[in-house]
């Protein structure tokens, strides 16, 4: 018997692993799911999240006005002048790949690939990197 599931349970599903870090078997028991199928679920959504809202939505500044308008909007939205956007990463567990050795290991002690955003004002994602080896640090990925 092959089962679908909803656009909105799979958007469920990857938001809560994307958020929590959670490992797939402890999604499969949360949303009832064999953690093999989460592990399809996952990265299918995030792929067509991406072709879809990759272009139009992911948009980081390009010129110095762009980059002044971005500033502006967080010292009138948040008193923060001369801000030009908020950085963070977060480390998604992962099984070290073959080969991996301990490029992948970072300071929390498990291994990990590591997703780095930064936001404008309204919380809007301007730029992602997910992939960078769990060991790099945020300022490492950044650079």
């Not at 909803?6 to 490992?23: E, H, M, N």
């Not at 498990?110 to 780095?116: D, K, N, T």
Request: hydrophobic content about 40%.
């Amino acid at each position: 018997m092959v089962y679908t599931y909803s656009p909105g349970f799979r958007v469920a599903v990857t938001l809560w692993f994307l958020a929590t870090g959670s490992l797939y078997k402890t999604l499969g028991y949360a949303f009832r799911v064999a953690y093999n199928t989460i592990s399809l679920i996952v990265p299918e959504t995030c792929r067509a999240i991406i072709s879809v809202y990759g272009d139009g939505e992911l948009k980081l500044p390009q010129t110095a006005e762009q980059w002044e308008q971005v500033a502006q909007q967080y010292e009138e939205r948040l008193n923060l002048p001369q801000c030009i956007g908020a950085i963070d990463g977060k480390h998604i567990c992962l099984p070290n790949p073959a080969l991996g050795g301990s490029y992948y290991y970072n300071y929390k002690k498990f291994y990990s690939i590591v997703l780095l955003a930064i936001v404008d004002a309204a919380y809007k994602f301007m730029y992602i990197e997910v992939g960078a080896i769990g060991s790099e640090s945020d300022g490492g990925v950044f650079a």
